[in-house]
C-alpha cells in the first residue's frame, strides 16, 4: 500500500509517493510537472495521469488514501468555484476526478495554503505559527495552538487577499484592488518588472539582476517585499504568532528575498507588540505538498484530519 501527496499549482504540480515497506530513512519518489498551455480540463487530466503513471513505475502496492493541496476555491459541493490559474477549472469536482485515476483510493482534497502552514508548524515544531507562501499566487494559513484556522466550513485563511494598497492601482486575480498578492506575487512582481523595463521579464532575468543589485530589480522586488510585509504585521498583530514563515517557489528562488521582508517588517513592527520571528520555511516551496502527504497519512490511518484538528 502506497500514500500519495499531489501538490496542485497554478504554473505546476508536485507529487510524491510514500510507499510502505520502504527502508528506514529512504526517500519517497517525487516528480513535477508544468501544466501543459491549452486551457483544457482534458488536457490538465491527461498529464495529470501520465506523471501518476511514471511516478509509479514500477508498478507495486495500490494507492490507498491521497491527500491534495488546492489553491482553488471551492463551493459547498467541493467542486472548483473559482481559479483564475486555471479558470477552465470552475465546475471541477477534484476529488471525485483524482478518485477516477485512483481506484479505490480514499482521497481528501484541502486549500494549499491551510496544508502548508500546518507541515510548516509541525516541522518547527510550534503551536503559534502563521505562514505565507509567495509563489505564482501568495496563499497561506495560521497555526493557533495547535489547530489551523479559522477552522469553520466558510473558508480558509486567506491572507494573500489582505488589502494593503487601497488606493492603488494594482488589481489582483479576485477582481479587487489592492491585495497583497497583487503587488507582491511572483506573477505581479514579474509583471512590474516588465513595465519598469518596458518589455517582458522572465524570472531568471529578475533572478541574476537582483543578485547584482540592479536597480530596476531592487526597486521591483522591494516594492513587493514591503508590500508582504505590510500584510505579515498586519495578521501578527491580531494573532501574535511565536513564528511567521515565508515560503512558496518565488520565495524559494530567489536569493535573500525574505530578509529584505524580514527587514521591512522589522521596519513597520510597532515597539510595545510582540514580535514573532520571522524566518524562510523549514521546507523551502514544499509546504504545501509536505502538508498533502501530511494528509494522505492521516487518511490512511483514520486518524484525525489535519485540515482542521
Known amino acids: ?51 501518476l503513471a511514471t511516478l509509479r513505475r514500477p508498478a507495486g502496492d495500490p494507492v490507498t ?12 459541493e467541493g467542486r472548483v468555484a473559482g481559479w483564475p490559474n486555471r479558470p477552465h477549472w470552475r465546475g471541477l469536482d477534484v476529488r471525485r476526478r483524482l478518485a477516477g485515476l485512483l481506484p479505490g483510493a480514499r482521497v481528501r482534497v484541502a486549500d494549499d495554503g491551510d496544508l502548508a502552514a ?20 501568495i496563499g497561506g494559513g495560521m ?43 511572483g506573477r505581479a512582481t514579474l509583471r512590474r518588472a516588465g513595465r519598469a523595463l518596458g ?9 541574476q539582476a537582483w543578485a ?16 508582504l ?27 535573500g528575498y525574505v530578509t529584505e521582508v524580514a527587514a521591512r517588517t522589522e521596519a513597520l513592527h510597532r515597539p510595545t507588540a510582540p514580535a514573532p520571528a520571522l524566518r524562510p520555511a523549514a521546507l523551502g516551496a514544499l509546504s504545501s505538498l509536505d502538508g498533502a502527504l501530511l494528509l494522505a497519512r492521516d487518511i490512511g490511518t483514520d486518524g484525525p484530519s489535519p485540515d482542521r484538528a
Open 1 to 51: 500500500m502506497s500514500r500519495l501527496g499531489i501538490d496542485i499549482g497554478g504554473t505546476k504540480v508536485a507529487l510524491r509517493l510514500e510507499r510502505n515497506g520502504a527502508a528506514v530513512g529512504a526517500p519517497a519518489q517525487q516528480t513535477v510537472f508544468t501544466w501543459p498551455g491549452e486551457g483544457d480540463v482534458a488536457a490538465d487530466l491527461a498529464a495529470l495521469a501520465e506523471a
Open 65 to 76: 488514501s491521497v491527500g491534495a493541496a488546492l489553491p482553488a476555491a471551492l463551493d459547498t
Open 118 to 137: 500546518l507541515a510548516e508548524a509541525r516541522a518547527a515544531g510550534s503551536r503559534d505559527l502563521v505562514h505565507f507562501g509567495v509563489g505564482t499566487g
Open 143 to 185: 497555526v493557533l495552538d495547535g489547530v489551523l484556522r479559522p477552522g469553520t466550513a466558510r473558508g480558509s485563511c486567506e491572507v494573500g487577499h489582505i488589502v494593503v494598497d487601497h488606493s492603488g492601482d494594482a488589481r489582483c486575480d479576485c477582481g479587487r484592488l489592492g491585495c497583497v498578492q497583487a503587488l507582491a506575487s
Open 199 to 207: 518589455r517582458p521579464v522572465g524570472f531568471a532575468e529578475l533572478r
Open 212 to 227: 547584482d543589485r540592479e536597480g530596476w530589480a531592487v526597486e521591483t522586488v522591494t516594492a513587493g517585499a514591503s508590500a
Open 229 to 255: 510585509a505590510a500584510a505579515v504585521v498586519s495578521v501578527t498583530e491580531l494573532v501574535h504568532p511565536e513564528i511567521v514563515t515565508v515560503g512558496g517557489g518565488f520565495a524559494a528562488a530567489l536569493p
